[in-house]
């Protein structure tokens, strides 16, 4: 089992970016066009949806504008996993800036993609998903990438 851990930088508050994080009218533009579901209560579902659910899971921790923790289950992950990945993320204020971390647990190699040109795999996929939460907070603007293909 591996985890992958990633830290960043966001100025903005706890609060602004909590709420990125938590409403289909921010994640639906920067997470791949994903809306997420859930009634935020500790033991309640947690749902990403592009039409249908992609990835389900639930609430472990939660502590509003400061961490939430839930399992994740792709529906398409065709692995041997005995149990759901985590995810856990962190807000940490720091004056102007609020660090931003993302651990994903008890990830399988099948989760990796060794190509650092696409963005499959959790590796690649989360690092794309919070680099646009930035830029989207920061500048309301989206990183501009096509997504028809992987580059090279």
């Known amino acids: 089992m591996r985890t992958f851990h990633y830290d960043i930088y966001i100025a903005a508050s706890p609060d602004k970016i909590w709420e990125a994080w938590t409403k289909s009218e921010h994640t639906e533009r920067y997470f791949f066009g994903t809306a ?3 009634d935020w209560n500790i ?22 504008n400061r961490k939430l923790v839930h399992s994740w289950s792709n529906t398409s992950d065709t692995s041997d996993r005995e149990e759901p990945t ?7 204020s720091m004056g102007d800036v609020t660090k931003v971390t993302l651990d994903h647990e008890k990830l399988l190699s099948a989760d990796y993609e060794e ?6 795999g959790y590796n690649n996929g989360w690092p794309f998903i919070l680099s646009n939460l930035k830029s989207y907070i920061e500048t309301d603007n989206l ?10």
């Open 43 to 64: 033991g309640s579902s947690i749902e990403y949806l592009r039409g249908e659910v992609t990835d389900f899971g639930e609430i472990i921790e939660l502590i509003p």
């Open 143 to 152: 990183l501009e990438v096509d997504f028809s293909e992987d580059v090279s």
């Open 86 to 92: 985590v995810v856990s993320l962190t807000l940490t």
């Open 115 to 120: 190509n650092p040109y696409t963005f499959r």
């Open 36 to 38: 997420i579901r859930s």
